[in-house]
Each structure stands twice: as structure tokens, then as C-alpha cells.
RNA sequence: GGCGACGUGGCCAAGUGGUAAGGCAGGGGCCUGCAAAGCCCUCAUCCCCGGUUCGAAUCCGGGCGUCGCCUCCA
């Protein structure tokens, strides 16, 4: 079976057939480290993270490569707003989103050049525009001519002349035409620079993308991912640089995210209605916000709130419940008899069902939601197979219960989903206390409690002394520990975290 | 004004020609000493109008609405 992708190049579906057999090698445009990123700038890592943990997890050895722009106008204006310098600003926030991506659980990329290490190829790329007259210098200036550019508009579907009417950009006279755009500014007093063939200066925010993905992955790599407001201008003006110097197509594939949005609005620090990543950190864990985004399908727009936080860890839940469930009833005693042979059939195919599904649907462009779909389907399967009668589980249906969590643990990892991670630290030594009130408990060791205390609220339960046992649950309960009767005993469960 | 995307149950969201996945929430029931977890049932004909077709949420035309890009933007 064949990966099929949306290429905005070409507004279809395509199949996918990488340059190099078995290999990827992809780019995403990354960060410009002025401020914290925000929840709607993760989306779209988040995004092309899963894309690339799903081609590794389907074989392909995949380069990916993002880089930081650490030099530009943005940081330039915040260093002159917080009294510090560019150097400084960048370094802050290329740490904090280091930082961010890590807790996010996005996978390193292979390569993460930064803007401000890859001067000498900057020059050295547009020199070469310059050479084959694709650009020219102005004062200390050097612009890209865009009409020089035969393709220019293939990727946003724009012609030359109605940007040119519909622009709204203040024509800088310097420019032999108001569409061109700067590879390289020249300093102004006080600005971070660099030498260059044109005097002192720094590159344009388009050409490093060029550079870099020229220089880790070569011309014509497989595929370009960004969110979708970088189609027009950024990634038409790296297409005309890249092809326009080394004459071959750039990337093949071009991938774009949808847009993360509150309140049916564009999240953007402009508009000044954004949250922080590193704030819904600190209240939602990292799979809770991966499976919210990934229940989207990434090329629409998803509309973000808490509730929609909330929505989503009551769902993470449900799997999680599930997997808690299975890895404690491994620890019962099994039975002769347990399921029927029919119902146990049920759970197979239901299990090989939502594998087939989830590949299927990732396979047609990253369809995450209808992925967890499939998932989804098969946690009720199994909850349905394990409630099916009061009788304990024999050792065939132990086994085909830990395929299912096999099968939901690697599938989700597929999507950078951590789910069952361990969750053991151990009781409070609190419970000692309780258990010697309750329990008559004369030891100090808080599992021995606990087991004291199950032991007390059973004989408690088949004296019918519901005060009793009520005390022991309610007070094992203040301390973040539920217990559940099922048909093979008692089920404790320790509440996450403290 | 130009280009593009979208409009599916209370909320979110898959599905893009064969009769509506999944999640969350609500109602009813089962299980339970009570609970928890779970299961079952229940809750849509897919913005509107017209057309193509044996058959359309799915294709075409028109309308209404929302969003994005056209300026830095993930």
C-alpha cells in the first residue's frame, strides 16, 4: 500500500514516491525565535513531527531538517524593546522553544541549522542570483527579481499581475519593481551584521530556507511542509530562489498545515490572542495536547480552547482506563474456561480491523482523526470482550488482551502519543496511619498498609458492613487511590501525579 | 477587489457517488451493597436552491455564511 498526500503544488492527492527509494528527506520552515512560541505556531510542528514519526514508523529513513531564524527584523525590534541585543533575544527564545519542543515530545530533527551560522552559503547563493542575473544590487541591497522568474505564482496560484495590483506594501523605490523581494539588507547603525560582497549586512528571511535545505538535503528533495500562511510569499519566494539558482526543481511535495484559530480567529501575536505553549504545559500534559491537535485532520483549521483540553483528557482517558485495566487483570488468577471461543475471534478481528484501519487512514494523507477513529473502535472491543461475563479471564484471553494494548501503545507511539508510560510512585506513608486505625495494621511499610486495608474491607464487604468498608475506600481515596470491585477482586489504582 | 479553503448531531470531527466512523456532553437501562470502570439503547439525512445520476453529504451551477492569504506571521 502506497502513502497518498495533498501537494499544494498541485492541489491533489498524490501518491508518494520518495526521490530515493525507501528514504525521505523532508524540511519545515522553523521558528523565528523573537518570543515564546505559541499554541498555534506547536500545531503545525506537532504536525510535521507526526508526519515524520509516521514515514519512520512505516520504514522510511527520514531527514528531516528545520531550521531557526535567529537573525531578522522581529528580533531586532524586540532586542531594542527589552534594552537588550539581537544576539541575546535570540539565544533566550531559541533555548524556550528547545525547551517547549522537548516537553511537547517532538521528536529532534535530524539537522536544525541557524540562520545566523549559514551566512557564507547565504552569499554564496545569492551571488550565484546574481550571476545568472536573477538579482541585483542596489546601494548595499540585493533583490531578487521576481519577473525574472518564469514559475513565480505556480505554488499560491497568484499571477504576477494581480499581486501587483492587489499589493498593499509600500513600494520601495530602490526596487526596479514593487514585487521583488531583499536576499540581502544592508545594516542600519546599531543593527547586527555580517560582510559581505555588497558591504555590511544580513540575509532576508526567505533565502535561508533556500540554503539550508539545499544544503542538507540537496535540489529536489521530497518534501517541504510549513503552515499554510507561509504559501504567499515565503515558500513562492524560495521556490523562484532555489530554482531560479540551480535551475532544478526545488521540492517536490509541499505540505501545509491548517491554521490553529480562537474563537474562529487566527492565533497570531499580531492579533494578540494567543496562548502560550509553555502555558497549556504546565495544565495539560503533552499527549493530552498532541491528541487534541491530531483529532483534527492537520490541513484544517482547529478552533483551540480549554474545553476543548478538557474534551480531549476525558478521551485520553479512555484509552488510558483501558490499558490500566488489562495490566491489572494480567495479575489474576486465570480460569480453565474464560471467554468463548467466539467472543475471543471477535477481539482478534477487531484488533487486525483497527490495525488495517489505522494504517489506511494515515496512509491517505495523515488522517490522525480518522486513525484514533480506529483506535477508539477497538477500546470499546475490548472493554465489551472483558466485561462480557463475570467469569476471570483465561490465559488465551490474557494474551489476546495484551495485544490490544501492544497495538494501542505502538500505534499511538506512531503518532508520538505516549500512553501506559509507568506510573509508579509508590504509596504515601500516610496509608501506614490508616491502616492502623482501620486495620489493625502493626507494620510501617505503606504497600503492606495497603494490603491491610483490602484485606480488612473484604472480610468487612462479606459481613455486609458497609460502614466499614466505605471507611477504608473513603480514606484510601484522600490519598489519591481509588479502589474498584470487579468480579476478580479489588482494583486499586493510584491517581496521577501528586 | 483577486486567489484559496471550509459549512456534517448539543459541542468537536472522520467520511468526498451507494445509503452517516470516532471523541466529548445529555437522557434511559444493565452491572454494583453503594460507587467506580464498563456495556447496551437513545440523540443527524449532512447551510439553502437548482441540476447530473438508478442513486449525492459526496459531482456541477447559483446563493448565503465563515475563515485564510494577498503586509511580518506556524
Known sequence: MTIRLYNTLTRRKEEFEPREEGAV???VCGPTVYNHVHIGNARTFLTFDVIRRYLEWRGFDVTYVQ????????????AAEEGSSAEEVARVYTEAFLDAMRELGVAKPTAQPRATETIPEMIEMTERLIEREHAYVVGGDVYFSVRSFAGYGRLSGRDIEEVRSGARVDVDERKSDPLDFALWKAAKPGEPHWPSPWGEGRPGWHLECSVMSEKELGVSFDIHGGASDLIFPHHENE??????ATGQPFARYWLHGGLLQVNAEKMSKSLGNFMLLRDVLDRYPAPVVRLLMLQTHYRSPLDFSLDRLDEA???YERIETLIRNIRWTRGTTPTMEGRSEEERERLTAAISGAQDSFVAEMDDDFNTAGALGALFELVRA?????TASDSALATADLVALSDVEDVLVESLGALGVEIGGARQQGYPPEVVELARELAGYRGDDPA?????LLAARAVARTERNWAAADAVRDGLARFGISVEDTAQGARITLAPRS
Do not use: H, L
Request: hydrophobic letters at 55%; aromatic letters at 6%.
Open 25 to 27: 528527506a523532508m524540511y
Open 67 to 78: 531550521n531557526i531564524t535567529d537573525i531578522d527584523d522581529k528580533i531586532i525590534a524586540r
Open 382 to 386: 475490548a472493554n465489551t470482550f472483558m
Open 448 to 452: 503492606g498498609a495497603v494490603d491491610a
Open 239 to 244: 521556490i523562484a530562489q532555489s530554482e531560479a
Open 313 to 315: 483528557r476525558a478521551a
